[in-house]
C-alpha cells in the first residue's frame, strides 16, 4: 500500500507513514517458504504474528527508500482496543472475550490519540523506522528486528502484491 501511495506522499508536507502493527508480531515468524503454513502447524495467533513481523521487515526497508523524499515511516501497536475484531471467531472466542477480555480492552479514542500523536506531532517529525506501543517506542522481537532477512521478505511482499518496488505505480 505505501508503494502506492508514494507519488501521493511525495506531495505533501511532511508525510508520515503509519503502519498498524501489534505487539502479536511477537507470537510469529516469516518463513519465506512456508507462507501458507503447509510444512507446519497452522495456528491463528501465529500467522497474525508472521504478518506483523512481515510488515516490520518491510517497513526497514521502506524507511531506508522513503528517506530520499523525506517520508517518514513508523509501526505502531494500538494497544488492547474495545472493537469487534475477532467477533467472527466462534462461540470459544466470543465467550473468552465477553467475559475475560472486554474487562481489560482500552477506549479506542486512546489508540486514536496516539496515532494522531505520531502523525502530527512536531516531536516525531524525522523520526522513522521505529516500533511503537501507543507512543513508547520498543524494541521488537528479535526475529522482528531489522536484518538481511528484511530485504527479502520486502521483496517477496512486492511480488506476491504486484506492486514492483518503490514508487513503479
Known amino acids: 500500500?505505501?508503494?502506492i501511495l508514494v507519488k501521493?506522499?511525495?506531495n505533501s508536507d511532511n508525510p508520515r507513514v503509519i503502519n498498524v502493527n501489534s505487539e502479536g508480531h511477537r507470537f510469529g515468524n516469516v518463513k519465506i517458504n512456508d507462507l501458507g503454513f503447509n510444512k507446519r502447524l497452522y495456528s491463528g495467533l501465529r500467522s497474525y504474528g508472521a504478518s506483523k513481523?512481515?510488515?516490520l521487515h518491510c517497513m526497514y526497508i521502506l524507511k531506508d527508500i522513503l528517506v530520499k523524499d523525506n517520508i517518514t515511516i513508523n509501526s505502531m501497536h494500538p494497544g488492547a482496543v474495545r472493537s469487534n475484531i475477532g467477533s467472527h471467531s466462534g462461540r470459544l472466542y466470543n465467550f473468552y472475550m465477553n467475559n475475560v477480555l472486554k474487562?481489560?480492552?482500552k477506549d479506542p479514542k486512546i489508540s486514536a490519540n496516539a496515532?494522531?500523536?505520531l502523525g502530527v506531532s512536531p516531536d516525531m517529525l524525522?523520526?522513522?523506522?521505529?516500533?511503537?506501543?501507543?507512543?513508547?517506542?520498543e524494541i521488537p522481537a528479535p526475529h522482528g528486528q531489522?536484518?538481511?532477512?528484511?530485504?527479502e521478505v520486502y521483496n517477496k511482499s512486492c511480488e506476491l502484491t504486484e506492486v514492483g518496488g518503490y514508487g513503479d505505480k
Open 1 to 3: 500500500m505505501t508503494n
Open 8 to 10: 501521493s506522499l511525495r
Open 53 to 55: 513481523t512481515a510488515q
Open 103 to 105: 474487562f481489560f480492552l
Open 115 to 117: 496515532l494522531y500523536y
Open 126 to 137: 524525522g523520526v522513522s523506522g521505529n516500533f511503537y506501543n501507543l507512543t513508547n517506542k
Open 146 to 151: 531489522k536484518s538481511n532477512f528484511s530485504v
